[in-house]
DNA sequence: TGAAAGCGCACTGAATCAGTGCTGATTCCC
DNA sequence: GGGAATCAGCACTGATTCAGTGCGCTTTCA
């Protein structure tokens, strides 16, 4: 699927809005009090998120998260990246597609290198795109919901 | 994932194959034969895409497949929203999660705009590149093949 | 010392994905 | 007319991934 996992969502929204108390440590039971997210599931990705270096961790009572760095310093594309590995498109290389399996000429994946182009510009997209763009746009008002995000369960 | 399924690779597989058959009836079987990839998933995907008339069906004993349109009028864009919905990276939209479920104005999703964003970005990028130009890209040879997609693999 | 917060491991149910079985319909060629 | 080749349609299975949770431990501060 050409979409990203809950789990990457919930890290984006976390940062966010780590990203608008930037300076302060918040706990992952603030930020739940201010978005409908599993609690659970928010604290597992931003431990990996801490893993990666993204946010620091702060334990004890008046523990939580902060950014490890300045909101326009941590890039879309780095936590999408942690949270579930680059953007590949295909899985060419991993089955071994291109590689053919007889005559070694014919038999070569006639797509692998124009997605492959498709893929690094996807990364770029990505990565210059940062946490200081998400917190700095506009909130959605529940008005604005638009039907175009909606295609997706109109398939077949 | 922000990766493209197995049908979708398959189907751009051997759309780009019978878009360097343009003009001419090109089976299943035939496309199988250059390509390592299993018939009959590609012949279900083929099979989607003709009901999406991005191909046409020939049945009989000399039948098979071929474009419904000229190469170049055909973006990856229709094929990957055909077999897997467009691309519309998070579920915020069916979630909920910008509407809030309280006060409904401190609870909105943060993320839904710039991340909308992208979206579009994202689709203008896939409906921008046609199957001509993957036709036209040089086939890759195995010895090119590069450590940049194998990223993925050495994640967490 | 207790409450609040993060840490770590592991598990479950649901959804999606990749691939296949089987049968029927259509067309061409002998 | 019959057989072979091809697409059409339905449905199923096993594997993988995803979303979410259970449970107990450690750390810090008041």
Do not use: F
């Not at 931003?46 to 490890?68: D, F, I, N, P, T």
């Not at 941590?74 to 953007?87: C, D, N, R």
């Amino acid at each position: 699927m050409l979409q990203l996992t809950k789990r990457t969502e919930y890290g984006l929204i976390a940062l966010t809005h780590l990203a608008l108390r930037a300076g302060s440590v918040t706990s992952v039971r603030e930020i739940c009090e201010h978005y409908p997210v599993p609690r659970r599931l928010v604290a597992e990705v931003l431990k990996e998120l801490c893993h990666a270096q993204l946010v620091e961790s702060h334990r004890g009572s008046a523990g939580g998260y902060s950014l490890a760095r300045a909101p326009d310093a941590i890039s879309v594309g780095e936590v999408v990246g942690t949270l579930e590995g680059h953007p590949s498109l295909t899985s060419c290389s991993s089955m071994g597609l291109y590689v053919g399996h007889a005559c070694g000429v014919e038999h070569v994946c006639p797509i692998r290198s124009p997605i492959e182009t498709l893929r690094l510009e996807l990364w770029r997209m990505l990565a210059r795109t940062s946490l200081r763009d998400l917190a700095a746009h506009p909130k959605t008002v529940p008005s604005a919901a638009p039907a175009l995000l909606q295609q997706r369960s109109a398939r077949s």
